[in-house]
């Protein structure tokens, strides 16, 4: 082993916790999580949580998974107070009031995470919360538009101000991109669908968003589907001998192979993919690919998409086009909320 290089940072050996296993001590996730510690602490029930049953609920008919959006808001509000206290609400509020705010549009868009939302303030409120929903995830909301109001302590409500609107913000912005797109391929049969280019920690609540605004998820993960790619092709020696080697490892799940040739689209065929992705082709090409394959596999178009060229991607006859903008590089959507004046009350 060489000497360390002077001033220079030195590797370190770290013992990794594999995902999904138990802590090397046996113990519990800590405070704010909803599992118990056993043997059995990562089977929860997702509405064994620490939020509201009935939210709890709503969020888990949504297809999240309410123990990990309650372990998401902790982690915003600690983040936030880092071991202290909201200096500045603490020096202003007494500790006493009572206030009314309302979450409201600065512009048009769709809505995404208003549960979420009200998932952060509630861990953050000390007092009982009252909450009136106006209008639900997806809507079409314009600027000025009450999306939310919630009643409850006036410094729980600034604490978690900010917390609850970088997310709701934030979800709302895919929404409202996401739908741009769905509206484009609007009559044709093709649809928008995203990817694993996710905010770390936030992937469930990101590809949420994306259905909320019209559009379709691909794999959550990469145990739920093979997606064959051009350096696996590589690294494998081809698209056949790529294609048989997942088959045999994990013969039930299904397999889109990348491809960058109408020839790689030949050997997808004759290999057996169940799906094939179509990356960088012109509406050309992509036209030729669907000619090509006449349905005997289903076909999804990335790169070189724009919403400007969407619609004639969509009419070749593709089934999905893959945005990855959707969650990488979507803007927010302008949302605040306003404390009502004259409703403050001990």
Known sequence: MTSPTPGRPQPVELTLLPIGGAPADGGGCGDGCGCSAGDDMYEHD?????LDEDLAEILADAGLDPVLVEDIAHLAIEEDLDNG???????????????????????????AGLHIAEA???VVCTDEMEVERHVADGDRIAAGQKLLTVRTRTRDLLTGER????????????????????????????????????????????????RAGGGVNHRMSLSDAALVKDNHVIAAGGVAEAFKAVREEFPDLP???EVDT????????????????????????????VALVAGRAV???????????????????????????????????????DLREGEERA
Request: with cysteine.
């Open 46 to 50: 997702p509405l064994t949580c620490g």
């Open 163 to 210: 917390s609850a609107l970088n997310i709701l913000c934030r979800l709302s912005g895919i929404a409202t991109a996401t739908r741009r797109w769905a509206d484009a391929l609007e009559g044709t049969k093709a649809k928008v669908r995203d990817t694993r280019k996710t905010t770390p920690g936030l992937r469930a609540l990101e590809k949420y968003a994306v």
């Open 262 to 289: 109408l020839h790689q689209v030949r050997e997808a065929l004759d290999a057996g993919a169940d799906l094939i992705l179509l990356d960088n082709f012109t509406p050309a090409e992509t036209e030729e690919a």
């Open 255 to 257: 397999i889109e192979l």
């Open 85 to 111: 206290v909201d200096v500045t609400t603490v020096a202003t509020i007494p500790e006493d009031a009572f206030a009314t705010g309302d979450f409201t549009a600065r512009e048009d868009g769709v809505v």
């Open 120 to 122: 952060v303030l509630s």
């Open 299 to 337: 076909l999804e178009s990335s790169g070189r998409l724009t919403l400007d060229n969407a619609r004639a991607y969509a009419e070749t006859g593709v089934d999905y086009l893959a945005v990855g903008a959707l969650t990488h590089s979507s803007p927010i959507l302008d949302i605040g909320l």
